[in-house]
């Protein structure tokens, strides 16, 4: 089982800017991919970003690839979700995700590993 810790979230005014990070812990080993979702208020939980320890080829929400950005520091079992020109629509839980693969992004709602997901808010 692998442990997953959000940190990072908070409120900021539109056009900020904001760094989630995701600290693994517990059998890294047994996950090849690390993500990012979020859930907005009366939406479902969807896809923002993820990339695997072992390959720097990142995937992105493609609405939000100009914005977002996922990055990793293997020496520190961590992820980090870099945000940039927030705005209010991006107002959600996020949440931080380990996955035996990137693909299908179906599989990751079935038998993913979760954390307790970080709030952020965009308002002026």
């Known amino acids: 089982q692998v442990q997953l810790v959000e940190s990072g979230g908070g409120l900021v005014q539109p056009g900020g800017s904001l760094r989630l990070s995701c600290t693994a812990s517990?059998?890294?080993?047994?996950?090849?991919?690390m993500g990012w979702f979020r859930q907005a208020p009366g939406k479902e939980r969807e896809f923002v970003a993820a990339?695997?320890?072992?390959?720097?080829?990142?995937y992105h929400k493609e609405t939000l690839r100009d914005r977002f950005t996922i990055s990793r520091d293997n020496a520190k079992n961590t992820i980090y979700l870099q945000m940039n020109n927030l705005k209010p629509e991006d107002t959600a839980i996020y949440y931080c995700?380990?996955?035996?693969?990137?693909?299908?992004?179906?599989?990751?709602?079935?038998?993913?590993?979760w954390g307790q997901g970080t709030q952020v808010t965009v308002s002026s």
């Open positions: 995700a380990a996955h035996e693969s990137i693909y299908p992004i179906s599989s990751w709602y079935v038998n993913g590993s």
């Open positions: 990339m695997k320890w072992g390959s720097t080829n990142k």
């Open positions: 517990g059998r890294t080993s047994s996950t090849a991919a």
